[in-house]
């Protein structure tokens, strides 16, 4: 999924005083490109990552995915959009802890209302891509924070999505574990040639990437 960014502004407003996060922020990432985002806490790097993502709207300015203005479509269009393009994984999992691995798997699908039996079918086949393939019928509780996030990375992935965002992906990780998970998303980065822009604080990690972006108060560098 090609993203281009022009004029991007974001407020919130406290107490009736308006709070600036994001201030004219222009930047376009190509179709394909494994991007990383860093920036000290606070300046609107998970903000940013909201807005690219749908789930968070701009004050200003266009954000154009796949050449679509998706803001001035209406909420349920956005949501739609978002379900068939976007995947997100968080630092937090947010798997359901009743459910099996292979059933977080499959909530997407079958929130797309797809049948049961294809929507396993397709959660077993990336569950086997992320390495937890012999793992498919353990809940949460029972797998480590590594395999966890493999969870929520194939639960992502498994609609086919255009574009995977990733917020600190690592942040509750071994640094160990953590450089796997990037080196995990590289390889469906390349292998299913998804775009993926990762925000993280680790900037050994964000080397990795193909291309750096660094976002602070005067604004958004590429390197």
Known sequence: MKIEVSGLQKSYFLREQRV???LGLDFKILSGEFVSLTGSSGVG??????????????????????????FEKDPASIAQFRNQNIGF????????????AVENVEIPLLIRREKKEIAQQKALKMLHKVGLA??????????????????????ALVTSPKLLLADEPTGNLDEET??????????????????????THNLRLAKQAQ????????????F
């Open 20 to 22: 600036p996060v994001l």
């Open 45 to 70: 790097k998970s903000t940013l990552l909201h807005i690219l993502g749908t789930l968070d709207t701009p004050t200003s300015g266009t954000v154009s995915l796949d050449n679509i203005n998706v």
């Open 89 to 100: 994984v968080f630092q937090f999992h947010h798997l359901l802890p009743e459910f099996s």
């Open 134 to 155: 012999h793992r498919f019928n353990h809940k949460p509780g029972e797998l480590s924070g590594g395999e966890q996030q493999r969870v929520a990375l194939a639960r």
């Open 211 to 222: 291309r750096q972006l660094v976002l602070n108060d005067d604004g958004i560098q590429g």
């Open 178 to 199: 953590g450089a796997r998970i990037i080196e995990l998303m590289q390889q469906l980065n390349t292998d299913e040639k998804v775009t993926v822009i990762v925000v």
